[in-house]
């Protein structure tokens, strides 16, 4: 039986257990990182977030990250108490409380604090924003390409809630991972409203065919930003790059597929729903985009 995966798998770290968190103004203990039940991002899923990576002491691309974070906040009505440069102040706290120059992965979560009852009107969040960093030692393990299967949980419209927002409420996402997971599969291929091939549920999604990259319209899913440096690296190298609609057709036939993300740059894929994509490994265009991101990450994190 194969191995289960996940597109943020890491390697075992012993450091982590003992890792400090920023909590609403404090770094402290992993052990004493809590917050209150009636926080409305436990108990409602109110809140938003950002991952970021660090390399070479650098967190890479961190101003564009802020810009997203913001632009978010602003979206639900959300002020999270803090300007830009204490937001990246309290990152490099962290990192520094922890000891951490490359290898790290941060997860900043606003929430809209604490409730004074356990309903959802928010209105009844009256105490401020609860702000917390994550930051753990982490590097990606994956042994293999990832498997996907095609589910039929969708990422909808904008007028539900809209798949641009990089909020907590993310039940969504964890149903269709159920359900790949249940098929076989490591994480789940989602499709768009007009059945398109849009996303994954963690990451964004690319295939390969015939030399050219293709990746979604961007309408339905999170515009990531290592999805905007792929197309980026991809125009900027002579490589055809399109977002553009396309089913799961132009998907089995395709030549390479890969996923992007934060967290795992570019991962191959090597199966959707049993068919073998190209070789079943990491096929040449993803490793030369592998590459080009590779070195794009030297440069901006010298």
């Known amino acids: ?26 770094v402290v203990p992993k052990a004493e990182a809590k917050v209150s039940v009636y926080d409305s991002g436990f108990m409602l899923g109110d809140g938003v977030w950002e991952g970021l990576r660090l390399y070479n002491g650098t967190w890479a691309f961190i101003d564009e990250h802020l810009d997203r974070l913001f632009e978010a906040a602003k979206a639900i009505d959300l002020d999270i108490g803090m300007d830009r440069e204490a937001v990246r102040n309290a990152v490099l706290e962290t990192q520094k409380a922890n000891g951490m120059t490359t290898d790290a992965h941060a997860r900043l979560m606003v929430t809209r604090g604490v409730k004074t009852r356990p309903f959802q009107h928010p209105s009844l969040s009256q105490q401020g924003p609860t ?16 498997k996907l299967a095609t589910v039929p949980h969708i990422r909808g419209l904008p007028m539900t809630q809209d798949p641009k927002l990089n909020s907590h409420s993310k039940l969504n996402c964890i149903i269709a991972c159920v359900a790949a997971e249940k098929a076989g599969a490591d994480e789940a291929l989602m499709l768009d409203v007009n059945g ?107």
């Open 131 to 146: 702000m917390a960093i994550i930051m753990e030692h982490s590097r990606p393990n994956l042994p293999r390409p990832i």
């Open 196 to 302: 398109f091939v849009n996303t994954t549920n963690a990451c964004n999604f690319f295939i390969v065919r015939k030399g050219e990259v293709w990746t979604s319209t961007g309408d339905y899913c999170m515009n990531g930003i290592t999805r905007q440096k792929v197309i980026d690296l991809c125009r900027e190298n002579g490589i055809p790059v399109y977002e553009r609609n396309y089913s799961l057709v132009d998907t089995y036939g395709a030549d390479e597929a890969f996923l992007t993300g934060t967290f795992g740059a570019q991962t191959p894929v090597g199966d959707i729903d049993g068919r073998q994509i190209g070789s079943g490994v990491m096929g040449p265009m993803t490793e030369r985009i592998r590459g080009l991101y590779k070195a794009l990450i030297e440069r901006e994190c010298a």
């Open 1 to 26: 039986m194969t191995e289960k995966m996940s597109t943020h798998q890491a390697q075992e770290d012993q450091r982590n257990e003992e890792i400090l968190i920023y909590l609403n103004g404090e």
